[in-house]
C-alpha cells in the first residue's frame, strides 16, 4: 500500500518535473480514491529555486524518508550538481529497499548515482542516455515509463504526466486513472 508519498526538491529542478506527477497523486485524496494518502515535498534547501528561478517552499528540509511508502526524484539541470553533492546522494542512498521510487528524465541520473539504478533497466531524457549508462543494467530508448522491479523511470519533462498516472493506475487501478486523467483532461496517456 502506498499512503505517503515524498517527492525531493533540489535547486535547478524543472518545475513540470515535479508538478506533472504531483497533480495526479495529490487527486487521490482529494477525489476520494484513497482519502489516507498524502503527498509532501521535501527539499534541500528551505527555499529552492527551479530551473526558470521560479521559488518552491517545500514542507520540509532533508525530512526522515523513513515513513513514506513512495519517493519521486524530478530531474532539470540542478541533477547535476546534486549528483555531486555528498548530503544528497547520502539522503537518496538512505531511501529503504522494497519501497518503490521513481524519477522523471534526468532524476533518474540521481537515482543512478546513488545506487538505485544497479541491474536495473531505466531511461532518462534523450539528452542524457549516454550519461545514464553507468548507473543501471541497460539504457531503454524508446519507452516514455521503464519499470524495473520497485523503480520506474520516466524519459523527458513531459512524461512527468505520463509518469503520474502510470503510478495511479499501479497503485490504485485502471478506474482511478481514468478518473483523475478525465478531470485532468489529460488523454495522452496509453497504458498499452
Known sequence: ????????????????????VYDALRRIAAMGI???VSVRIIGTKAT????TGVAILPDAVYEDLRPYDLLIVP????????????QCLEYLKGWKGGSPIASVCTGALLLGAAGHLKG??????????????????EVVSDQRIVEDGLVTTAAGV???LDL?????????????????????????????
Open 158 to 160: 513531459t512524461s512527468s
Open 75 to 86: 530531474g532539470g539541470s540542478g541533477t547535476r550538481a546534486m549528483m555531486a553533492d555528498a
Open 48 to 51: 529552492i529555486l527551479d530551473d
Open 120 to 137: 536495473k533497466r531505466a531511461t532518462t531524457h534523450h539528452l542524457a542516455l549516454d550519461a545514464l549508462k553507468p548507473y543501471c543494467k
Open 164 to 192: 503520474g498516472l502510470y503510478i495511479v493506475e499501479r497503485w490504485w487501478g485502471v478506474q482511478a486513472r481514468e478518473r483523475i486523467a478525465d478531470v485532468m483532461a489529460y488523454r495522452g496517456y496509453d497504458p498499452t
Open 1 to 20: 500500500m502506498i499512503a505517503r508519498i515524498a517527492f525531493l526538491a533540489f535547486p535547478g529542478l524543472t518545475l513540470l518535473d515535479l508538478v506533472g
Open 34 to 36: 484513497d482519502p489516507d
